[in-house]
């Protein structure tokens, strides 16, 4: 389906964030959240491919461009707050998605308020990226985007050094991710927080996804195990062959599972 509009939503602290919908903008339907290093842009092939729902609303998260900052406050329960702003925003949703980052945050909002139908793709939680915290808080204070992508994709998601070097390459590439990283520090910090034995206990449903590339092996795979001991009524789905990444290499493929999950 093709986007419509975008919506800016007041959040805490003075922040916003900003919303892209596709499809009927006056019709309940799925509220998609992202992760860490991705913003709606990354998730548009995705939003266009789905049918199940007559709207898609893609959030643009606090301290990425439109959006708002992070401020000083952030943290973890920030973007629960967030979350429900959206959800007070899009009354009637239907089903929230959450990718990485932006699944654990939907667990921790369905603990709370009821959600009839939550899906996670990968959801992460401490301790993922725990050991590159100290790194990760010097780049940060020095400002050095590159240090911290660098940081990322070699000490965090496991990338070979000759992978690096091919996105440091492309230039264009190279400098979005420089962009999409400078909340990175901060949001690692937030994920590591503690978070409850049990999650997602208002929500009628729970699907959980994880890569058939990713199951077993960390850092996604081991991350997703310890979600999901939390999650214990969730259904759980596998992406053959995919990975974490797949809202890009394979935006079809997720958007026609999604489209069977429909409850």
Known sequence: MEQTFQKQIPV????????????????????????????????????????????????????????????????????????????DAFDGTRAVFGWSYGGLIALLAADERPVRQLIAHEPVMRPFGLHALPDLASADERRDRDATVDIV??????????RVAALRADREVWEDLRRLSEPLYRETLALNESVPDVMARRADRVDLIVGGASRGTAPYGTSFDDVRRRVP????????????????????QLAELLNGLAD
Do not use: K
Not at 20 to 32: M, Q, R, S
Not at 154 to 161: F, K, Q, S, W
Not at 233 to 252: C, I, K, M, N, S
């Open 12 to 87: 805490g602290g003075g922040s916003w964030v900003t919303v892209e919908v596709h499809g009927d903008p006056g019709a309940p339907g799925l509220v998609v959240l992202p992760g860490v290093m991705s913003d709606a842009r990354a998730w548009r092939r995705v939003a266009s491919a789905v049918r199940a729902w007559p709207s898609v609303a893609v959030v643009n998260r606090r301290g990425r461009t439109p959006s708002g900052p992070l401020t000083d406050t952030y943290s973890l329960r920030t973007e629960v707050e967030d979350l429900y702003a959206v959800l």
């Open 153 to 162: 994709n070699r000490r965090i998601t496991g990338l070979d050094p000759a």
């Open 233 to 252: 009524a969730a259904r759980v789905h596998e992406l053959a062959d995919e990975g974490h990444l797949v809202h890009l290499e394979a935006p079809l």
